[in-house]
């Protein structure tokens, strides 16, 4: 067990060293900053004001199960953050080049990949026409987070998880109640 934990560590070591290597290039670390930006809330809080006006005002259903699942998706991360309390690569290696300051000081699990999960996979469940958006800027969001140092692999792969467990999760909850 001990092996494997040390095997990970020293992926995710790997992984993000070799990646963070695009935020030497200026207008890479630029693009990604903003994409960073972007996935601290702004995207996602234009996309809930965005859907009724698009869908008419019963899409308004999908907006409001959008700011549940987010506030959801935010407990998790901050008792997940604040229980494992583990350190961002970008304080941890010293090869690191960060062009961003972090939101908050722990690493596990990415909120902004948590997140950029959640509201894209329950929005193309519902309203499938978004996917060409929101699937590749969740993607983005992903990968800045590793490009800026800001998370290890597995906290990203961790935030995924978590994101699509609740997505789904309130995608049954919304059909169960009859709002999509």
Known sequence: MLSSLAH???????????????????????FFAVVSRLGDGVFWYTLMAVIP?????????LSMAL??????????????KLSTRRCRPCDEVSAMHRTVAPLDRFSFPSGHTLHAVGFTLLTVLVQPVWTVILLPFAILVAISRLVLGLHWP????AGACIGALTATMSWYLGAGCGLW
Do not use: M, Q
């Not at 990970?8 to 670390?29: F, Q, T, W």
């Not at 597995?154 to 792969?157: A, F, Q, R």
């Open 53 to 61: 006006f698009v869908h008419g005002w019963e899409a308004a259903s």
């Open 8 to 30: 990970l560590s020293a992926l995710d070591r790997s992984v993000v060293i070799s990646v963070n290597r695009l935020n030497l290039r200026p207008h890479l670390a630029r």
């Open 154 to 157: 597995s906290d990203v792969i």
């Open 67 to 80: 700011a549940l699942n987010g506030a959801t998706c935010t407990l998790i991360y901050k008792l997940l």
